[in-house]
């Protein structure tokens, strides 16, 4: 069986993962442009290399509060239904490797986000991080709003 390759990350000092091949880069967070009249998770827009691209805050997205730009905090450049979007994060920790098999349901007591949002529990070692759904993290927000940032 073939690995998964991974980006680990953090909000709210928890660790969660998404599948490498949703994301195009890793960037540090650059100056954002409000836009006003989209959901408060939306904080605006960014200019990457002549491209201008949504930032969605996923700490807020999950209701968890803002996040705080900081050294560590990062833009996670991920494609979705043919859309570029800039993710913050806390932090992004790592690239690595997980066997499918180490992906566990996730528990009936999920805890802070929404169920549908996570993929499940990887254990590896001696770290334990949530596995996120990317596309439902993303589908259930309106693409029109989003395509019109």
């Known amino acids: 069986m073939n690995p998964l390759k991974v980006i680990v990350f953090q909000i709210n000092a928890e660790e969660y993962a998404i599948n490498v091949n949703h994301v195009y880069s890793i960037e540090k967070v650059q100056a954002i442009t409000r836009v006003p009249g989209v959901s408060a998770f939306i904080k605006g827009v960014v200019n990457l290399r002549g491209v201008v691209i949504p930032v969605i805050d996923l700490k807020e ?10 050294d560590q905090t990062r833009l996670l450049i991920v494609s979705w239904n043919d859309l570029e979007l800039a993710l913050v994060v806390e932090a992004a920790n790592d690239v690595i490797d997980i066997q499918e098999d180490n992906i566990e349901p996730t528990p009936d007591t ?5 169920e549908g ?14 596995m996120l759904h990317l596309e439902k993290v993303l589908n259930i927000m309106d693409k029109h709003e989003i395509s019109h940032t």
């Open 61 to 70: 997205r999950f209701g968890l509060g803002s996040t705080l730009s900081d």
């Open 110 to 114: 999920v805890g802070e986000i929404h």
């Open 117 to 130: 949002f996570l993929q499940g529990i990887v254990k590896l070692e001696n770290r334990l991080f949530t």
